[in-house]
Structure formats: C-alpha cells, structure tokens
C-alpha cells in the first residue's frame, strides 16, 4: 500500500518547529511519512540531524521534504547573481536531506515562491523557463549524487508561473533530462488549473513520483467538493506506487497563515487535540480510498 504522510504545518503556525515531537505523533496516529520545510535543515548542525534520524528510524517513520523557494534564491531570476546564489543554496540543502538519508524533495524548488511577472503583460514565461531549467540541470546534479528525487511541483498562478500544470511540469522535466528529477501534483493547485484530476495523472504519469493532497478549501481530505473518488482511481490506473502526504493548512497565524494566505481558522476548533482527530480521520479515509482502488 502507498506509504500516507502529513506536513507538519498541518498542526504548527511557524515552519520551524519541535519535529521530534511531531515525528512522534505523526506515529501514533498511524502516518508512514512526515514532510516539513528542508530550509530548516540548514540551521541544524549535524549532531542535531542526526538525533532526528535516529528518532525518524527508531519510530519507523520516513522523512521528507518540501520547500517554497525564497525570492532571494530565484533561480528563474534575470539578476545572474540571484540566479547562482540560488543554484548554491538549493545544492547545499540537497546535501543535508541526502545527509538525512532522503529521498525525495519537492515544492515550488524551481524558482522564487510566490513570483510571478508583474511587469511584462505579454504572456511569454519563455525566457524564465529558460533560466529555469538552466539553473535545474546544475542543482539535479547534486541531487543525483545524494541519491534524491527532485520534483517539481506544479502550483496555481498565484504562487508561481514556471509551473502551473502537469503537461509543463513534463515539458520541464523532459527539458532537465535527468534520470532523478520528477513531477509532484497536489490536489489543491490541480483543483484551480487543470480541467480534469484524472488527465493531470495520467498526463504525468510514470514521471509522477510524489503526491499532495488538501481538499479545495485547503482542509483535509474530504473536508470541500473535490471528488477524490477520480483522483485515487486515477492514481491507481497509472500504477503509482509512491507517497501520498497530505497537506492541509487550517488555522490562520504565525508564519504559515501569512504566507499561506489563511486568514481564518477553517476549522471550529484548532487546538492540538482536535486536529489530532481531524488527521486520523484523514488518514482513515485515504486509506479507505486506497483499499477501495487496490492500491497497494
């Protein structure tokens, strides 16, 4: 069966934060995979990083990883400065998560989060594309070195152009052309761009080699009006054997409900104990949806 995970900021309003403590929880509620922001790997030293795997391994919980670049480190940018500043940066926080035995990255990890042309009106994102897979080509190489999958995450126009469907998230891989780069799509951003979940799966098909999932409110899986019926049929017709992690994003505050853009609690009660329940819930539907579409 799928291995199933939740992102850490499902429960906490900064991105950095005790992952012991949610490492184990992510546990108890019965979760294979917990993800959180790899920036915060680079404030760890490794005594630090190494008291997370050794916990991560103890509790037989899989670690990975996402990231939404920050505009200094736009590896799209046409500042050439900014452009190989973030080409190191992106490398350097590939080698902590090979460091931490990772698999796999993901996220906007393509160009400045959030960035998108405000200037030019003419609709060619040709020339930041270019950059793009310029600066991928040099960071995929590290990648490839530390054993991890890079994937890039198609996400709505509002956080970004590069990559906005699963058809230009295979045009830009197929551009890459590197045996350790993939495709990422999350329900949430596939919701606003594309016409049909199950076209956006079977389009990126045997490239697809993480998945998101949030319900079109941003709550939990089966909390809106996505039919998620479709999606996990579709996962399962194209044969996908990796991740799912859910990433909900439900209380407003700190860090996350900023620069997520959650300006209300979209739940009547966000203490800890009843997101607890609102994350085993989750995690008994997918698997129901698993079971229902012989995922295995």
């Known amino acids: 069966m799928n291995k199933l995970g939740i992102f850490v900021n499902f429960w906490e309003k900064n991105w950095e934060c005790d992952l012991a403590k949610y490492i184990n929880k992510a546990k108890d509620i019965g979760y294979d995979v917990l993800e959180f922001q790899a920036q915060a790997l680079l404030e760890m030293n490794n005594d630090k990083m190494n008291e997370l795997k050794k916990i991560a391994n103890?509790?037989?919980?899989?670690?990975?990883?996402?990231?939404?670049?920050?505009?200094?480190?736009?590896?799209?940018?046409a500042d050439e400065s900014v452009r190989l500043g973030g080409i190191d940066y992106l490398k350097r926080i590939v080698e902590r998560v090979g460091y931490m035995d990772g698999k796999i990255i993901s996220g906007v990890s393509y160009a400045g989060w959030g960035c998108v042309p405000k200037d030019d009106l003419s609709g060619d994102k040709t020339p930041i594309i270019d950059r793009s897979v310029s600066s991928m080509k040099q960071i995929v190489k590290t990648a490839e070195d530390y054993?991890?999958?890079?994937?890039?995450?198609?996400?709505?126009?509002?956080?970004?152009?590069?990559i906005n469907t699963a058809a230009e998230a295979v045009d830009y891989v197929k551009r890459v052309d590197a045996p350790?780069?993939?495709?990422?799509?999350?329900?949430?951003?596939?919701?606003?761009?594309?016409?049909?979940?199950?076209?956006?799966?079977?389009?990126?098909?045997?490239?697809?080699?993480?998945?998101h999932t949030g319900d079109n409110n941003r709550r939990c899986v089966g909390r809106g009006h996505i039919n998620f019926d479709e999606i996990f049929s579709a996962l399962s017709e194209i044969g996908y054997t990796g991740r799912i992690v859910a990433e909900p994003f439900v209380s407003a505050g700190g860090e996350v409900g900023r620069d997520i853009y959650v300006w209300r609690n979209l739940e009547k009660d966000t203490s800890e104990e009843a997101l607890d329940k609102e994350a085993k819930y989750m995690l008994e539907y997918e698997k129901s949806l698993?079971?229902?579409?012989?995922?295995?």
């Not at 698993?290 to 295995?296: I, V």
């Open 58 to 77: 103890d509790r037989d919980i899989e670690l990975t990883y996402s990231l939404g670049l920050n505009p200094a480190y736009d590896v799209s940018s």
């Open 147 to 162: 054993g991890v999958t890079y994937c890039v995450e198609a996400v709505n126009r509002f956080e970004g152009c590069v």
């Open 180 to 211: 350790n780069i993939g495709i990422l799509l999350d329900t949430y951003h596939m919701n606003i761009e594309e016409d049909s979940f199950r076209d956006a799966i079977h389009t990126a098909g045997d490239l697809l080699f993480g998945f």
């Open 290 to 296: 698993l079971t229902k579409y012989n995922m295995h």
